[in-house]
């Protein structure tokens, strides 16, 4: 008989599902209330009620309202019809603020799908880090390179200036002149 936990794995949704269903809002890496509900498997209205009852742990740094104009903005990326008939603006949770759900939602498939959440910023950190990295030395190669081409650029420009004119000697035999 298989594990329950090996059987808990395969309902879970993989990091590339929830990292699909994050987003940059306020300059921060969300996930939306409707979006863990889903996850959850419970009704976005229960997720909300559950946190407002625990409301002094999810601080504006954990959790915020998304404004009229975010909103606009996000369903007009999403996509219309899978908002259906939602009415208010849903909930942005930070990294920390998943974390918080765990104790606010005490169902083993939320914790399941914390881990995995969690696993997923993890994961979406250490490739910003890697990217991060990968700018600084690009950035570094195109300093040297720029006085590499600077010597190049400058050889180019001595090649197209013109010279000097020199004083035109007859083609020909002419006589012995005195220097």
């Excluded at 699909?20 to 419970?42: D, N, P, W």
């Excluded at 169902?107 to 880090?129: C, D, G, K, Y």
């Excluded at 004119?165 to 083609?171: A, C, D, N, S």
Aim: aromatic share 8%; no cysteine; hydrophobic share 45%.
């Amino acid at each position: 008989m298989p594990s329950q936990k090996i059987i808990a794995k395969k309902l879970i949704a993989s990091v590339e599902q929830i990292e699909s269903r994050m987003f940059l809002i306020r300059g921060q890496k969300v996930m939306l209330s409707t979006h863990l509900a889903e996850l959850y498997e419970v009704e976005p209205r229960i997720l909300v009620r559950g946190v407002k009852r625990n409301i002094a742990r999810f601080p504006e740094d954990f959790m915020f309202q998304l404004n009229p104009e975010e909103f606009a903005n996000l369903k007009s990326q999403i996509g219309i019809s899978s908002w259906g008939g939602v009415r208010t603006a849903p909930y942005a949770f930070t990294e920390q603020g998943v974390a918080m759900l765990s104790s606010v939602l005490h169902s083993t498939r939320a914790i399941q799908v914390n881990i995995e959440i969690m696993r997923a910023f993890v994961r979406l950190r250490q490739m910003l880090s890697t990217n991060a990295e990968l700018s600084r030395k690009l950035a570094a190669l195109e300093k040297k390179y720029d006085i590499q081409f600077k010597a190049v650029f400058e050889a180019i420009r001595e090649l197209m200036t013109p010279l000097e004119p020199r004083k035109k000697r007859p083609i020909g035999f002419a006589p012995w002149e005195k220097k």
